[in-house]
């Protein structure tokens, strides 16, 4: 491990015992500013001169990036490496290591900028100044966050690993953070300005340097975790207290060495100290399952119904409650070290990790096997991701994600497609938090500035125009701006405003009861339900539910009951269709799987109703291919077509069909009577099929 020690005009390159290996005469001028990239081989210096300057691991001079006139206080490299931030007077510049690629430069304070600094994990900036202010910036230079005014300059400022809460130093003070800005923590320290920060690896310890000669040293401590009706805080590094908040009862639990990272859900308290996992049952808090860590640094820890994940520095894991290794995923070529809950979803089989180097990418792999799903392809989005989520219930086949884009458009797929291109459909925009419920495949949101709740999302692949009904929205006037969700278990929404303080808001219980009611199929509770409750949008969401079970009679009454007479209609119409196939194919064409309903139909032999299914779409050249191919109803659609035209007092004009009309005669009684026959065959092919399958249940 090398170190540096900063001197006027050079610095000393030291071993970890603190020998100096060598000194390089680095700026003319005292050197005001150095940090190593992300992975130690590259240095960079900032100094008095105006100079930035990039160094190899051995004090190699690589390359003078920029040189301006003003002295340069503080510098930065991007997450990637691929990029350096810089302070220049008041302003701050971004400026990439490709020599063609653009630079970004803004004002950013009203005083000279002091310190910066830029986290690998959430991908945000830091700036403090002689205004007294510091700021919050994504990397695009667009404020997210500005403090106050202090009573004296920002000299120090340094993200925590994770990129969760930053360090602020300045005279005789000390402040923790959110990474949105608000302030957790105040600590008056007798020591002059705070100069410099720097976390443990951990992320749990903080050293500073200060003005009267002496180092400071800051443990984090206070943390809460909530889930129904406990709360636990950890009091100490080594302490947490647990407390019922029914029955006022409380635990305390001891570790023997530091807390690094924690995660209460599902019942179950995971907590990483620098050695070993602990995992507790909320039913028993006295006999927790302790195993030993391999990597001491734990940077994240998700939880699921029946297992959790850990990120380290060496990999991700997959583990169950009783401290089994379920699975291991390998990405080739990932760092683990920069993935946070925004890019990392876990649910009971599935994990989805959206790819830091092609943010359009989303990985997914088998939670139980750690293999990538289906033929290995990732999911890619046409815009870059910047967060993922996994629905929480139902069946592995049926398992959803959820992902905001950068515009803040949301969108749903499905994990597993079979081969088949993913059908991603927008089902809404402006959205700036989201979470899944723990027992219902129930979403919520910060939409614009409202709290939207999407009670059934996956209606958008049945019948899409019902969305809009299946929503709850609850105007965000009672809420701050810059509202972040944390969870929503039961019916309780948790929610951060951006001033730090948590509001709690209710989702009514019924939608989660009908999610309950379809998923087993009690049909005649959920009518119950719907009745009782007299919510249209759970009508809404029963149409749906019943349309994507092909449960017809309940949808057709749910339809009903919001006055969609057409659906209504069409229920109608598929439940006389002569056959079985032919009623799969029409719910297929009520969702608007068209090219499904049609392979459906020729798979069963049924050539008329595919090319019927064309003609009624207006796919003229679709039905004549087919009626061609199969050598049969080429009169039927040649007539359809002509009495189409004859509508819109048109003439034809295709040349394939103009082709075929003269080697064709058409007469309406033979088509209607081939029709007819057509149907006839069907109904009687059908009868005979269920009577073959009783024969067979008999016996």
């Given amino acids: 491990m090398t170190q540096i020690i900063w001197l006027p005009r050079k610095f000393h390159l030291t071993s970890k015992i603190g020998r100096i290996e060598k000194s390089v005469e680095a700026h003319k001028g005292a050197v005001l500013a150095g940090k190593w990239n992300y992975d130690g081989t590259a240095l960079i210096t900032a100094g008095e001169?105006?100079?930035?300057?990039?160094?190899?691991?051995?004090?190699?001079?690589?390359?003078?990036?920029?040189?301006?006139?003003?002295?340069?206080?503080?510098?930065?490299?991007?997450?990637d490496s691929d990029r350096i931030l810089y302070t220049s007077g008041r302003q701050l510049v971004i400026k990439p290591l490709q020599p063609s690629s653009k630079v970004i430069q803004w004002k950013a304070h009203d005083g000279v900028v002091l310190k910066v600094d830029w986290n690998s994990v959430n991908d945000l900036i830091l700036s403090g100044g002689e205004d007294c202010k510091y700021k919050v910036w994504d990397s695009f230079g667009r404020l997210l966050y500005s403090s106050t005014s202090h009573d004296y300059p920002v000299t120090s400022l340094s993200w925590a690993p994770d990129g969760e809460v930053f360090a602020m130093g300045s005279f005789n003070t000390l402040r923790l953070c959110d990474k949105t800005g608000w302030s957790y923590a105040l600590e008056k320290p007798n020591t002059g300005s705070v100069f410099s920060l720097a976390w443990s690896a951990d992320g749990t310890q903080l050293a500073?340097?200060?003005?009267?000669?002496?180092?400071?040293?800051?443990?984090?401590v206070e943390q809460r975790w909530e889930w129904k009706n406990f709360v636990i805080t950890l009091t100490k590094r080594r302490t947490m207290?647990?407390?019922?908040?029914?029955?006022?009862?409380?635990?305390?639990?001891?570790?023997?060495?530091?807390?690094?990272?924690?995660?209460?859900?599902?019942?179950?308290?995971?907590?990483?100290?620098?050695?070993?996992?602990?995992?507790?049952?909320s039913t028993n808090w006295n006999t927790p399952l302790i195993f030993d860590l391999k990597e001491g640094t734990v940077s994240l820890i998700l939880q699921a119904e029946k297992h959790f994940l850990l990120?380290?520095?060496?990999?991700?894991?997959?583990?169950?409650?009783?401290?089994?290794?379920?699975?291991?995923?390998?990405?080739?070529?990932?760092?683990?070290?920069?993935?946070?809950?925004?890019?990392?979803?876990?649910?009971?089989?599935?994990?989805?990790?959206?790819?830091?180097?092609?943010?359009?990418?989303?990985?997914?792999?088998?939670?139980?096997?750690?293999?990538?799903?289906?033929?290995?392809k990732p999911l890619t989005h046409k815009l870059e991701v910047v967060e993922v989520a996994l629905d929480q219930?139902?069946?592995?086949?049926?398992?959803?994600?959820?992902?905001?884009?950068k515009n803040r458009d949301l969108y749903l797929t499905s994990v597993r497609h079979l081969g088949r291109e993913p059908k991603i459909c927008k089902i809404g925009?402006?959205?700036?938090?989201?979470?899944?419920?723990?027992?219902?495949?129930?979403?919520?949101?910060?939409?614009?500035?409202?709290?939207?709740?999407?009670?059934?999302?996956?209606?958008?692949?049945?019948?899409?125009?019902?969305?809009?009904?299946?929503?709850?929205?609850?105007?965000?006037?009672?809420?701050?701006?810059?509202?972040?969700?944390?969870?929503?278990?039961?019916?309780?929404?948790?929610?951060?405003?951006?001033?730090?303080?948590?509001?709690?808001?209710?989702?009514?219980?019924?939608?989660?009861?009908?999610?309950?009611?379809?998923?087993?199929?009690?049909?005649?509770?959920?009518?119950?339900?719907?009745?009782?409750?007299?919510?249209?949008?759970?009508?809404?969401?029963?149409?749906?539910?019943?349309?994507?079970?092909?449960?017809?009679?309940t949808a057709e009454m749910a339809y009903a009951a919001i006055g969609e007479l057409p659906r209504v209609q069409y229920i109608n119409f598929i439940k006389e269709q002569p056959s079985k196939e032919s009623s799969l194919a029409h719910m297929l064409m009520f969702s608007g799987q068209i090219q499904e309903a049609e392979a459906t139909l020729l798979q069963a032999g049924l050539i008329y109703q595919a090319i019927r299914v064309n003609i009624d779409l207006f796919n003229w050249e679709r039905a004549l291919e087919l009626a061609v191919k199969h050598k049969t109803h080429v009169d039927t659609v040649l007539a359809f077509r002509e009495k189409f035209l004859q509508t819109f007092g048109r003439k034809e004009t295709n040349k394939r069909f103009l082709q075929y009309a003269e080697g064709?005669?058409?007469?309406?009684?033979?088509?209607?009577?081939?029709?007819?026959?057509?149907?006839?065959?069907?109904?009687?092919?059908?009868?005979?099929?269920?009577?073959?399958?009783?024969?067979?249940?008999?016996?």
Wanted: charged share 20%; net charge neutral.
């Fill in 311 to 376: 990120v380290d520095g060496a990999g991700l894991y997959t583990f169950s409650y009783e401290g089994r290794l379920i699975s291991s995923p390998k990405f080739p070529g990932m760092r683990v070290d920069i993935l946070n809950a925004q890019g990392v979803s876990l649910s009971n089989d599935t994990i989805a990790i959206r790819d830091k180097s092609d943010e359009k990418v989303i990985l997914l792999s088998d939670a139980l096997t750690g293999k990538a799903l289906g033929d290995g």
């Fill in 49 to 79: 001169d105006g100079q930035i300057k990039i160094w190899s691991k051995s004090g190699m001079l690589r390359s003078t990036l920029s040189s301006q006139g003003s002295p340069v206080y503080s510098v930065a490299w991007g997450p």
């Fill in 393 to 405: 219930c139902g069946p592995a086949t049926e398992r959803k994600i959820a992902l905001i884009d």
């Fill in 429 to 553: 925009s402006m959205i700036h938090s989201m979470a899944w419920n723990d027992t219902a495949n129930i979403l919520c949101g910060i939409q614009d500035n409202q709290f939207t709740v999407w009670y059934y999302p996956s209606v958008v692949f049945t019948d899409k125009e019902l969305l809009p009904k299946t929503l709850y929205i609850k105007d965000g006037s009672e809420f701050s701006r810059a509202l972040n969700i944390l969870s929503y278990v039961g019916t309780k929404v948790t929610l951060r405003q951006g001033d730090g303080s948590l509001v709690y808001s209710s989702v009514p219980p019924y939608p989660a009861l009908l999610h309950e009611y379809s998923t087993s199929a009690r049909w005649e509770d959920a009518l119950r339900l719907c009745r009782f409750a007299k919510d249209q949008s759970l009508w809404a969401c029963l149409a749906g539910m019943a349309m994507a079970n092909r449960e017809l009679n």
């Fill in 241 to 281: 207290q647990v407390r019922n908040v029914m029955n006022d009862a409380e635990d305390v639990l001891e570790f023997r060495d530091r807390v690094i990272k924690a995660s209460l859900a599902y019942g179950h308290l995971v907590v990483a100290t620098s050695l070993q996992c602990y995992v507790y049952s």
């Fill in 208 to 220: 500073g340097a200060c003005g009267n000669g002496h180092v400071i040293f800051a443990h984090v």
């Fill in 664 to 699: 064709v005669e058409v007469d309406w009684e033979k088509i209607q009577a081939k029709i007819e026959m057509e149907l006839s065959k069907e109904r009687e092919k059908a009868a005979h099929a269920s009577v073959r399958s009783s024969v067979t249940l008999r016996r």
